[in-house]
């Protein structure tokens, strides 16, 4: 067990600096984002900016469109932009593909030639996971709530707290999710770099997949097996429900792959 | 090649075999390691030594057989067989920002041995590896001071058995001494060595007993005394004036030169025969070089046993 912990200990140690700087930036642009709703609130602009707005966009978006054009949808995109949720999942992907990378290093060698058990070695990377993004999505609400407290108008409504705690628990199992795919296929894969690509571009398939399925019908028959389907916060900002369901789709998919991983990694040379 | 294996050996290898695709890596090996010997483990480069080592640690799964260490097998007991292990790879992938102090904890920690610092220390003064440079980061390592480091993971919980891959490549002179003095050091404690390494000489020296691979095949195991007596001696004979008589050799002696003052020649077996012939002629010096290993095992290297 001691040995266990050592090495838990000190995959969150080479880390740490990774996540606390990208849960900085990530906190910090929550707060940049609260100081543009702000703006737009003051100038009264959120109409002339829906406008801005292409109409096939203003099409798939839908009656959420009202929702996002609104201080609280401003505030709220700090959850959904394309380059948080890109990051964050890159980040599950790295986080993930630690033991292909020790494999590759040989640092897996000197591991697993003391007597820690191999399961030890997924058990460990998916703790890592999970307090990462524990730990990332905590630094972006914090941001979220200082940048409330401290620089929104007092005189309207603020989002929910339960809004922004439900977008963060929907984004870290989606985090979670692609951090078990990344895994399953770092388990079976000699090179991370490879199971980083590979899982990148399935990441990126299944984000356009589920972006097409809004506008092309046939699209839409498919749909479902992307992620991202089961991440949908403009819903989620116009009725306020988070459905446990898709919750259940993305912790399942997320478990799938950890199985997966286990199973691979127990059975596989440890070669570099 | 099967002996007779003892429960508690501190390696015993029952037909291990290893296949990747269509090749054969390791095939059909059957090796025991006695307690408290050194054994040499020599192959050319691919003959399968490091495969082997790899799936004594469970790094590798073998296609077929099984590897018992101390009486635990390697696969199904892991982790008691690995708590009796220590290991040197032939290259050590460390995060190139740990400093070698680092490396040195992290490895200790996962050991179930507690780590004797005096012992550690010890090792630190006999390798030349000053505090000073365990403060200094992996990045900034020679190829010497990460071999050194190595030795030290390796060495450091004092297993009772040692699986070293190539534990001298990178090491100058001195520090092969030095390692050698800790390997007779860990002998006379009782401490099992099994070592794979290219250097002939240096298993000549420190070894037991030799298990040469050659294309995953075990084709020789003996000890170092009985490979030498194997070998040919060199017998270089002057003479006082010209000598044009051609020697008459007998079987197992050979003839490497002849120049009318000097002859060289290869003896196996008895010189009686050979002192019998010259006993006639001017002879005005003998010099017989002891019988060389490498002699034989680079026979074995390119031809397999006859």
Same mark, same amino acid.
């Given at each position: 067990?001691?040995?266990?912990?050592?090495?838990?200990?000190?995959?969150?140690?080479?880390?740490?600096?990774?996540?606390?700087?990208?849960?900085?930036?990530?906190?910090?642009?929550?707060?940049?984002?609260?100081?543009?709703?702000?703006?737009?609130?003051?100038?009264?602009?959120?109409?002339?900016?829906?406008?801005?707005?292409?109409?096939?966009?203003?099409?798939?978006?839908?009656?959420?469109?009202?929702?996002?054009?609104?201080?609280?949808?401003?505030?709220?995109?700090?959850?959904?932009?394309?380059?948080?949720?890109?990051?964050?999942?890159?980040?599950?992907?790295?986080?993930?593909?630690?033991?292909?990378?020790?494999?590759?290093?040989?640092?897996?060698?000197?591991?697993?030639?003391?007597?820690?058990?191999?399961?030890?070695?997924?058990?460990?990377?998916?703790?890592?996971?999970?307090?990462?993004?524990?730990?990332?999505?905590?630094?972006?609400?914090?941001?979220?709530?200082?940048?409330?407290?401290?620089?929104?108008?007092?005189?309207?409504?603020?989002?929910?707290?339960?809004?922004?705690?439900?977008?963060?628990?929907?984004?870290?199992?989606?985090?979670?999710?692609?951090?078990?795919?990344?895994?399953?296929?770092?388990?079976?894969?000699?090179?991370?770099?490879?199971?980083?690509?590979?899982?990148?571009?399935?990441?990126?398939?299944?984000?356009?997949?589920?972006?097409?399925?809004?506008?092309?019908?046939?699209?839409?028959?498919?749909?479902?097996?992307?992620?991202?389907?089961?991440?949908?916060?403009?819903?989620?900002?116009?009725?306020?429900?988070?459905?446990?369901?898709?919750?259940?789709?993305?912790?399942?998919?997320?478990?799938?792959?950890?199985?997966?991983?286990?199973?691979?990694?127990?059975?596989?040379?440890?070669?570099? | 090649?099967?002996?007779?294996?003892?429960?508690?050996?501190?390696?015993?290898?029952?037909?291990?075999?290893?296949?990747?695709?269509?090749?054969?890596?390791?095939?059909?090996?059957?090796?025991?390691?006695?307690?408290?010997?050194?054994?040499?483990?020599? %192959? $050319?480069?691919?003959?399968?030594?490091?495969?082997?080592?790899? &799936? *004594?640690? =469970?790094?590798? +799964?073998?296609?077929?057989?099984?590897?018992?260490?101390?009486?635990?097998?390697?696969?199904?007991?892991?982790?008691?067989?690995?708590?009796?292990?220590?290991?040197?790879?032939?290259?050590?992938?460390?995060?190139?920002?740990?400093?070698?102090?680092?490396?040195?904890?992290?490895?200790?920690?996962?050991?179930?041995?507690?780590?004797?610092?005096?012992?550690?220390?010890?090792?630190?003064?006999?390798?030349?590896?000053?505090?000073?440079?365990?403060?200094?980061?992996?990045?900034?390592?020679?190829?010497?001071?990460?071999?050194?480091?190595?030795?030290?993971?390796?060495?450091?919980?004092?297993?009772?058995?040692?699986?070293?891959?190539?534990?001298?490549? %990178? $090491?100058?002179?001195?520090?092969?001494?030095?390692?050698?003095? &800790? *390997?007779? =050091?860990?002998? +006379?404690?009782?401490?099992?060595?099994?070592?794979?390494?290219?250097?002939?000489?240096?298993?000549?020296?420190?070894?037991?007993?030799?298990?040469?691979?050659?294309?995953?095949?075990?084709?020789?195991?003996?000890?170092?005394?009985?490979?030498?007596?194997?070998?040919?001696?060199?017998?270089?004979?002057?003479?006082?004036?010209?000598?044009?008589?051609?020697?008459?050799?007998?079987?197992?002696?050979?003839?490497?030169?002849?120049?009318?003052?000097?002859?060289?020649?290869?003896?196996?077996?008895?010189?009686?025969?050979?002192?019998?012939?010259?006993?006639?002629?001017?002879?005005?010096?003998?010099?017989?070089?002891?019988?060389?290993?490498?002699?034989?095992?680079?026979?074995?290297?390119?031809?397999?046993?006859?």
């Amino acid at each position: 067990m001691k040995g266990s912990l050592i090495l838990l200990f000190h995959s969150l140690k080479r880390v740490r600096a990774l996540v606390i700087s990208m849960g900085l930036l990530l906190g910090v642009f929550q707060v940049f984002l609260i100081i543009v709703a702000r703006s737009v609130q003051r100038s009264g602009t959120f109409e002339q900016m829906s406008a801005l707005i292409p109409p096939f966009m203003r099409e798939m978006l839908g009656s959420s469109l009202i929702s996002l054009m609104s201080f609280n949808g401003i505030v709220c995109l700090g959850y959904f932009h394309l380059a948080v949720m890109g990051s964050l999942i890159s980040l599950s992907i790295g986080l993930a593909t630690i033991p292909t990378s020790e494999i590759e290093t040989g640092f897996m060698d000197l591991i697993l030639s003391r007597p820690l058990a191999r399961h030890w070695v997924i058990t460990r990377s998916i703790i890592v996971l999970t307090i990462c993004t524990v730990a990332l999505l905590a630094m972006m609400m914090t941001g979220t709530w200082a940048g409330l407290n401290a620089l929104a108008p007092k005189d309207i409504a603020w989002p929910a707290p339960y809004l922004i705690l439900s977008l963060a628990i929907n984004l870290g199992l989606l985090m979670m999710c692609w951090g078990g795919i990344a895994m399953a296929i770092g388990s079976v894969s000699r090179r991370r770099s490879v199971a980083g690509a590979l899982t990148g571009l399935l990441a990126l398939s299944m984000f356009l997949l589920d972006y097409v399925a809004g506008a092309w019908q046939p699209a839409e028959s498919v749909a479902w097996l992307s992620p991202f389907r089961y991440y949908n916060p403009l819903e989620l900002l116009m009725d306020n429900t988070l459905q446990t369901s898709k919750l259940l789709v993305l912790a399942a998919v997320a478990v799938a792959g950890f199985g997966l991983a286990y199973i691979f990694f127990s059975r596989r040379d440890i070669s570099h | 090649m099967k002996s007779s294996i003892a429960a508690q050996s501190p390696i015993s290898i029952y037909g291990i075999t290893k296949r990747y695709g269509s090749l054969t890596a390791v095939s059909n090996l059957h090796l025991e390691v006695n307690e408290g010997e050194i054994l040499g483990f020599l %192959g $050319l480069n691919g003959a399968g030594k490091t495969t082997s080592i790899r &799936i *004594l640690l =469970d790094l590798l +799964r073998p296609t077929g057989g099984r590897a018992l260490i101390f009486g635990h097998d390697c696969q199904a007991e892991g982790l008691q067989a690995r708590s009796l292990t220590g290991y040197l790879p032939g290259e050590m992938g460390i995060y190139s920002d740990l400093t070698g102090r680092e490396v040195l904890d992290f490895l200790a920690g996962l050991n179930r041995q507690t780590v004797n610092k005096q012992y550690r220390q010890e090792l630190q003064e006999r390798l030349e590896l000053p505090d000073r440079d365990l403060r200094r980061k992996w990045r900034e390592y020679s190829t010497g001071m990460k071999r050194k480091l190595g030795l030290i993971q390796a060495f450091q919980a004092d297993p009772p058995l040692l699986i070293l891959d190539e534990p001298t490549e %990178g $090491l100058d002179p001195l520090m092969q001494e030095s390692f050698y003095g &800790i *390997l007779a =050091d860990v002998q +006379r404690r009782g401490r099992t060595v099994f070592m794979s390494s290219h250097v002939l000489s240096e298993v000549e020296r420190v070894c037991d007993r030799i298990a040469l691979l050659r294309k995953g095949e075990l084709v020789l195991l003996s000890t170092v005394e009985d490979i030498r007596k194997l070998a040919a001696r060199r017998v270089r004979v002057f003479f006082t004036e010209d000598v044009s008589l051609k020697p008459v050799l007998t079987p197992g002696h050979e003839v490497v030169e002849i120049t009318p003052r000097v002859w060289s020649l290869r003896v196996e077996g008895l010189l009686g025969p050979l002192m019998n012939m010259l006993a006639a002629l001017p002879v005005k010096d003998l010099e017989i070089e002891e019988p060389r290993l490498e002699d034989v095992l680079i026979k074995y290297y390119r031809e397999g046993p006859q």
